[in-house]
């Protein structure tokens, strides 16, 4: 049975920073590309970026671009996003989600996806 289990979520203040880890168990991280998604109360899932299985490439919306990072470790079959700057915008439920191709996490249709862990940023 194929789990994403996030980690790290919890409260932050504006200006500071959180780091999340998703970590697979199940199957092989190496094989899929990794992307974080939230959604906000009311409001629709948001894609927020995603990094290539071998990390080569990655991509990040324009919000949350310069002050999020992608990176994983593969031999921990594990995903990182580490947020800086942050805003209380960024107050969301954070998903992330595993998928064989790039292009099914931007189409928000990934193999698999996490239970979700709760960020709220306080000012």
């Known amino acids: 049975q194929v789990q994403l289990l996030e980690s790290g979520g919890g409260l932050g203040q504006a200006g500071g920073s959180l780091s999340l880890s998703c970590t697979a168990s199940g199957l092989t991280f190496r094989d899929y590309a990794g992307g974080w998604f939230r959604q906000a109360p009311g409001k629709e899932l948001e894609f927020l970026g995603r990094?290539?299985?071998?990390?080569?490439?990655?991509y990040y919306r324009d919000s949350v671009k310069c002050r999020f990072t992608l990176s994983r470790d593969n031999a921990k079959n594990t995903v990182y996003l580490q947020m800086h700057s942050l805003k209380p915008g960024d107050t969301a439920v954070y998903y992330c989600?595993?998928?064989?191709?790039?292009?099914?996490?931007?189409?928000?249709?990934?193999?698999?996806w996490g239970r979700g862990t709760q960020v709220t940023v306080s000012s």
């Open positions: 989600a595993a998928a064989r191709s790039s292009s099914a996490l931007a189409s928000q249709s990934p193999d698999y």
């Open positions: 990094i290539s299985w071998i990390a080569s490439s990655t």
